[in-house]
């Protein structure tokens, strides 16, 4: 770990961790935050609701400065497959209408589209690590067509869509545009007020460095009026008392109407210090560390003979850096380097490193030193 930002966690472990594109690192403020709540709890039970509603006007705030956008427009959710859902049931989608959905997405938004919307037709449209993605997703369009579902990072190649041109195609065929970006914010700036996007949603578990269970859904503010009353439950209404619940109130005219009842708040606590940890450390900066680490890291890889999936153009990536070897399974490039507690991921026969602002340069080296050690063993 770099030292400049050892003080962040509990201590230097002894596993050398680029995995956070599959469960990012929880810093220290974050578990002990979590941990006050439980014995709060375990002491004296529930918590002054004012506190919790000052803690969720904490975590909009926050998400509206990473996002750049009205904390209004913010809900706390529980992970990014409840915000797709959320945002794909709020539009009034009919029979032989037609989604474009993002072939070689996350299947988080290909299980929904595919099992929840039977009646509705699915135009899939390859990434192909963004190869005439734009024009190819445009052509597609048709008279039937009512939203665009993709990814803002690809989990595997780490490919990053510019949001500016896909919302303008979106806005061009009068579309919803509906976006996962976990791969995206806390390792990449994410600016929502330089482009036309309707819902963006990510759990806050892999780059925001937060517990499972927590997440944000960002539902644009023209749509509050428009969206079917979806994943609505009493704690979506405006309640001036809550020690009078009768009769049923109407509901928020804001985005934490999807806020139903009973979320994770040990969670919610836990999100809010990771999030303070990376508008401290600023956006700009984070994305400007892990451009540059991982940018010499895939030099290294290709130098040592590695084929290379994630682009080299900096605007083109973020976190992710994906290879492989030719003629040797990636099955066992992986176990070798999980026997050196080197954590990484196994995908689609491809290792994925996700190295984070906090990883030194010296743990990508150990990667590229036991890829060298793999390749003296099989010569």
Not at 232 to 257: C, F, I, M, N, Q
């Amino acid at each position: 770990m770099d030292q400049k930002f050892a003080d962040l966690f509990a201590e230097d472990s002894r596993t050398n961790y680029l995995n956070h594109a599959a469960v990012g690192m929880m810093p220290r403020k974050t578990s002990n935050a979590m941990k006050a709540l439980i014995n709060e709890l375990s002491l004296n039970g529930e918590p002054e609701i004012e506190e919790i509603f000052d803690k969720l006007n904490q975590f909009r705030l926050s998400l509206a400065r990473l996002l750049t956008c009205v904390a209004d427009e913010i809900a706390f959710i529980h992970n990014t497959t409840e915000g797709l859902s959320i945002a794909l049931h709020s539009i009034d989608l009919k029979p032989g209408e037609n989604i474009i959905v993002q072939a070689d997405a996350f299947p988080a938004s290909l299980y929904i589209v595919h099992h929840s919307f039977p009646d509705v037709q699915k135009k899939y449209i390859p990434l192909n690590n963004g190869e005439d993605f734009y024009e190819r997703l445009s052509e597609s369009v048709d008279k039937n067509s009512r939203a665009i579902v993709i990814d803002h990072v690809h989990f595997l190649s780490g490919f990053r869509i510019d949001l500016v041109k896909i919302s303008e195609v979106a806005a061009k065929h009068g579309l919803y545009l509906i976006v996962d970006g976990i791969q995206a914010v806390g390792a990449i700036k994410v600016a929502l007020d330089e482009c036309d996007v309707d819902f963006y949603c990510a759990g806050g578990m892999k780059w925001l460095l937060g517990p499972m269970g927590t997440g944000f859904l960002y539902v644009n503010q023209k749509h509050f009026n428009t969206l079917k009353n979806f994943h609505v439950g009493w704690l979506s209404a405006e309640h001036d008392d809550l020690s009078t619940l009768y009769p049923v109130k109407p509901l928020k005219s804001t985005a934490p109407r999807y806020e139903r009842a009973n979320f994770n708040l040990i969670g919610l606590y836990g999100l809010v210090e990771s999030l303070n940890i990376i508008l401290e450390t600023e956006p700009v900066n984070i994305e400007k560390i892990i451009m540059e680490k991982t940018g010499r890291f895939i030099e290294r890889l290709k130098k040592v003979g590695c084929e290379v999936l994630t682009t080299p153009i900096d605007k083109d990536r973020s976190g992710i850096v994906t290879f492989r070897l030719e003629d040797l399974d990636s099955t066992e490039i992986y176990d070798y380097l999980e026997r050196r507690k080197i954590k990484c991921s196994l995908r689609e026969g491809w290792v994925r490193i996700a190295c984070h602002f906090f990883n030194s340069d010296e743990q990508l080296d150990q990667v590229v030193n036991a890829i060298e050690q793999i390749i003296k063993k099989h010569c």
